[in-house]
């Protein structure tokens, strides 16, 4: 069980929008602590896709977008591509554990 | 480039301790902006953090491993190191190393290194 609640899995069509949430609470998200977004292709280690809750590393296309609200934040990518077809994980740091904590993982399917 | 890369037995018998390296290239490991980091990926499973550690030695453990971890860091060598004891095939992971930047975010990531813990 993660500390941060993902949906298990997200599909959408090509050129479509689609959203991965992140829930948390009082002591990470709720308090105020970013959330961070990584892109896991197969077989691959993770890559940061957005860091600080909505900015985007270089390279991260504007396709890609994050946001917080309260003890939620959200990943959006609008015009759903092929190779956007990998493993979204969530992290944040929770205060009553002093440690950083990931969420469970969101397998995305371009139908 | 900063390049990071995990060594160590990809097989681990149940009851030993698993030890693993990270070298880091292309950056000194002694910058003082950055935690260096282990992450672990059961099979078809999530991430989850195993610790980090600071040039000077500092340390943070994952509360639930923390009995059986040991993170340490060689300036000399440009390398970090973890140390998990007591390995149970529960442990069977991709361990990753990772450079925490100032926002406790990670941005730079070893290929990964799948060890199995069976007899």
């Known amino acids: 069980q993660s500390v941060l609640t993902q949906p298990p899995s997200v599909s959408g069509a090509p050129g479509q929008r689609v959203t991965i949430s992140c829930t948390g609470s009082?002591?990470?998200?709720?308090?105020?602590?970013?959330v961070h977004w990584y892109q896991q292709l197969p077989g691959t280690a993770p890559k940061l896709l957005i860091y600080?809750?909505?900015n985007r590393p270089s390279g991260v296309p504007d396709r890609f977008s994050g946001s917080k609200s309260g003890t939620s934040a959200s990943l959006a990518i609008t015009g759903l591509q092929a190779e956007d077809e990998a493993d979204y994980y969530c992290?944040?740091?929770?205060?009553?554990?002093?440690?950083?904590?990931f969420g469970g993982g969101t397998k995305l399917t371009v139908l | 480039q900063l390049q990071l890369q995990e060594s160590g037995p990809g097989l681990v018998k149940p009851s030993e301790t698993l030890s693993l390296t990270c070298t880091v290239s292309?950056?000194?490991?002694?910058?003082?902006?950055?935690?260096w980091g282990w992450i672990r990926q059961p099979p078809g499973k999530g991430l989850e953090y195993i610790g980090s550690?600071?040039?000077?030695?500092?340390?943070y453990y994952n509360p639930s491993l923390k009995s059986r971890v040991t993170i340490s860091v060689d300036t000399s060598k440009n390398q970090f190191s973890l140390k998990l004891s007591s390995v149970t095939a529960a442990d069977t992971a991709v361990y990753y190393c990772?450079?925490?930047?100032?926002?406790?975010?990670?941005?730079?990531w070893g290929q990964g290194t799948l060890v199995t813990v069976s007899s």
């Open positions: 550690v600071y040039y000077s030695g500092n340390t």
């Open positions: 992290q944040s740091y929770d205060s009553s554990l002093s440690a950083s904590v």
């Open positions: 990772a450079r925490l930047a100032t926002g406790s975010y990670y941005v730079y």
């Open positions: 292309g950056g000194s490991i002694r910058s003082s902006s950055y935690y």
């Open positions: 009082s002591s990470n998200i709720g308090a105020g602590y970013d």
């Open positions: 600080g809750n909505s």
